[in-house]
């Protein structure tokens, strides 16, 4: 199974993320392998995007885990990695508004 072999709407539809922007999964890519002899290790773009649709949907890491075809163990240790990665990686880009920023996103919902 191709993860990215879908089109460009069902990829946002499902991920709440462009292609161009999956596609920087490469700055991940490091953290995301892993060294295993296991026959069916799980690819680093597939950790990515199980990770991205448990957020985008906020589904339970089985039904998520599930629809890949990944066991519950499997998709809550991905899930569970992948968001500290991505944490680390973009601590300097994920940032709260404090103060009247705050006060201007609360509004804007």
């Keep these: ?4 072999g879908y089109s460009d709407e ?7 993320f462009k292609r161009p922007t999956i596609i920087l999964h490469e700055e991940l890519r ?9 026959n069916m290790a799980l690819s680093p773009i597939l950790s ?6 448990f957020l985008a949907t906020g589904a339970s890491h ?10 519950r163990n499997a998709a809550g ?9 991505i944490v680390r990686a973009f601590r300097h880009v994920i940032v709260f508004p ?7 996103v609360m509004e804007g919902f």
């Design 77 to 85: 240790r991905e899930i569970r990695a992948v968001s500290s990665l």
């Design 10 to 16: 069902e990829l946002f539809e499902m991920y709440r």
């Design 48 to 53: 990515l995007l199980l990770c991205l649709r």
């Design 98 to 104: 404090l103060g009247d920023m705050a006060h201007k």
């Design 62 to 71: 089985l039904l998520i885990g599930d629809s890949l075809h990944i066991s």
């Design 30 to 38: 490091e953290g995301l392998e892993r060294d295993t002899k296991r």
């Design 1 to 4: 199974m191709d993860p990215l």
